[in-house]
């Protein structure tokens, strides 16, 4: 049986399996992206490139809805939520295709040794690992930036989207761009590996867990390979004093619920001022049971269900395992009855440091609450943490709201707003949440030569 299984989470049934890739597919591919790296396509005129990328951006809102209606089935994103993945992937698209080229041009250095400049060139073959919860979003991080600078791709995708990875290959082409530009592979890990060892191969981008990401991470730094990485979070929603307690808990809901809590920069753990905490809690929780779930496809459906089976069953050990050391589920706490891959949204308090799950991200709609007394205790217990991808802190004094996102230790941080993601800022984190940045004129960069000339003087 495949390992590539198309399975619908609202209601478990295969609607697909792809066979999977032997090493002589992998190594074809890898040639024939190899060989386009040193073509006129990659290292000449960028502008053919970009006109690839014009075209993907018109071919992805023209099939918007059939795009979003596959991601729903695949992985359980209610639709409207799968429509707005799909949106921003042909902003990103058309993003690189109207700024790559300024991104790209040479750099100049004030030097007393004579004329220098920095140019950008593409590296070569690129390896990327991406992950099912924005299963074109991911993919469209990498693809846009090195399709403009001209460094192919080779991806693997998570086994349980091979749908959205098939179909996304085909826009690619469709698009425009030749053979070996952006390669969908059904592959294991060690085939995963066997590439990363690849001369031919110059970098890794993976996006996903803390345990795959270290094993990439051990393999490109085994054999000099650049890589980047975007993990896990465990995002603090801090809400102040002063803050506009209705927006706070609309926002605060909306991320914790949004793809069934399994995005890596929603809010996880909601830090409240200890004067405003009842208020919000009552209102956060109201909110929080009120969501309807059912088929994601289903307008009137507010919750859907987890991406598999095995994603719900984790969560339930999680929880489970945060009770037994200590924590009290204020509501929830357990799967819901029926088919499919659901869970009760569900809020934990009383976690304390010697709780494992204290230090955990939930990949699902649970949510951690503390109270803290002051800014100071907000800022501790945000940055008592494993991870450091994003975060928000809600205060209608800006300067307050500053001096807090100053100091926490995330790469990303925003006030009177959950966290979010558009093609022109950058994305990514510290600590385990990994390194680098994707989207942005930072992302195009990370896979780039970036090669000093000097004319001495």
């Not at 800014?375 to 991808?389: F, K, P």
Request: hydrophobic share 40%; glycine share 8%.
């Amino acid at each position: 049986m495949s390992a590539y299984q198309s399975i619908n989470p609202a209601n478990n049934q295969l609607l697909k399996a792809w066979n999977e890739h032997d090493d002589a597919y992998a190594q074809q591919a890898l040639e024939t992206a190899d060989a386009l790296y040193h073509s006129a396509w990659s290292k000449g005129d960028i502008q053919p490139r970009l006109q690839v990328l014009h075209r993907l951006a018109d071919l992805i809102d023209q099939r918007a809805e059939e795009l979003a209606t596959i991601a729903s089935k695949e992985m359980g994103k209610l639709i409207g939520q799968s429509r707005g993945e799909v949106k921003i992937c042909s902003q990103i698209a058309r993003y690189y295709a109207e700024h790559a080229a300024t991104f790209l041009q040479p750099q100049p250095y004030a030097s007393d040794v004579g004329d220098a400049w920095l140019e950008y060139h593409p590296i070569g073959v690129i390896v990327a690992v991406e992950p099912w919860n924005f299963p074109y979003y991911q993919l469209m991080r990498v693809l846009a930036p090195n399709l403009a600078l001209g460094n192919p791709v080779l991806a693997k995708h998570a086994n349980i989207v091979p749908h959205c990875a098939d179909v996304f290959e085909k826009l690619v082409e469709e698009a425009g761009a030749p053979k070996g530009a952006w390669t969908n592979l059904f592959i294991s890990t060690d085939q995963v590996a066997d590439l990363i060892a690849d001369p031919r191969v110059q970098g890794v981008a993976l996006t996903g867990s803390e345990r795959a990401g270290s094993a990439v991470a051990e393999q490109a730094g085994k054999h000099l390979k650049k890589s980047t990485l975007e993990l896990g979070g465990n995002d603090v929603f801090v809400v102040l004093d002063d803050a506009d307690i209705d927006e706070a808990v609309r926002q605060g809901a909306q991320a914790r619920l949004s793809n069934c809590g399994q995005v890596c920069t929603a809010a996880k753990r909601f830090i409240l001022h200890e004067k405003i905490a009842d208020t919000f809690m009552a209102k956060f929780s109201a909110a929080l049971q009120s969501a309807t779930p059912g088929d994601p496809l289903d307008e009137k459906t507010t919750l859907g269900p987890l991406s598999s089976k095995d994603a719900r069953d984790r969560l339930v050990k999680q929880v489970e395992e945060a009770v037994q050391n200590g924590a009290r589920v204020e509501f929830g706490g357990r799967a819901i009855d029926g088919v499919g891959c659901y869970y009760q949204p569900t809020v934990l308090t009383g976690l304390t440091p010697d709780n494992p799950a204290y230090y955990q991200e939930f990949f699902g709609p649970v949510a951690q609450v503390y109270v803290v007394a002051d800014d100071r205790a907000a800022v501790a217990l945000a940055n008592d943490s494993n991870y450091g991808l994003g975060g928000s802190v809600w205060t209608k004094d800006i300067a307050r709201g500053r001096k807090m996102a100053s100091q926490i230790e995330t790469g990303m941080v925003f006030i009177n707003s959950q966290s979010d993601t558009s093609a022109e800022l950058p994305f990514g984190g510290v600590k385990r949440s990994g390194y680098g940045r994707e989207l942005s004129d930072l992302g195009i960069k990370e896979f780039a030569n970036q090669k000093l000339v000097v004319v001495a003087g």
